[in-house]
């Protein structure tokens, strides 16, 4: 004997619906010997917020603006991480200095001309990162003089997935740091202050 179900009962969609975004939650307060895996977005969480290559500056600042990010992964037109943007780039000198080189007018100057691309970039194993503190994260960031580390899984075959990103400004604000600038000095300054205060 087959079972009858009963169809369930629709209603139309709102006008100025949304959607559901993942959303990891993170502790509000971490310890430097807390475990990095505390302060790292972690990208099978949270969907990682990305831009083309050849979008215009302009466009890309509002994104991050619109998402209050301050870091895009850049995309090439296979889904490959060509670079990454950040707000330090858009509001920093590489514009300036792309304009200086090339000439143009500040609506020409598209991510690929600023972004940090592939070839510069630096990553950390998620095997290393999982037994890692939020000590030895804040370390590697001062020593490689940047905001943002990317997070990567090897695939059997070798192949690399960004799996996750640490974040300069987060790290502070978990560690109770009062951060109010994209200077990488004074946010190790803000940091070093609070754990000189216990």
Partial sequence: MTKEYAALKSTP?????GFVRPVQSLPER???????????????????VSVRAKTSMDKANSKMIRYGVRLLLV???NDQVAGLLTAADVLG?????FLQNMGGTHADILV???MTTQRELEVLGIADVKTASVGNVVSYLKKSD???ALVVEESADGKQYVCGLF??????RQLGAQIQT???????????????QG
């Fill in 182 to 196: 994209f200077e990488l000095a004074r946010t190790f300054a803000e940091i070093e202050s609070v754990i000189a």
């Fill in 112 to 114: 690929r001309d600023i």
């Fill in 167 to 172: 974040s300069l400004t987060q790290i502070a």
């Fill in 93 to 97: 000198e590489k514009p300036m200095r």
């Fill in 13 to 17: 969609l709102n006008a100025g619906s």
């Fill in 75 to 77: 995309l090439d037109d």
């Fill in 30 to 48: 971490v310890k430097l010997s807390s475990p990095a895996t505390d302060v790292m977005t972690d990208l099978t969480k949270v969907s990682v």
């Fill in 146 to 148: 940047r905001q943002h």
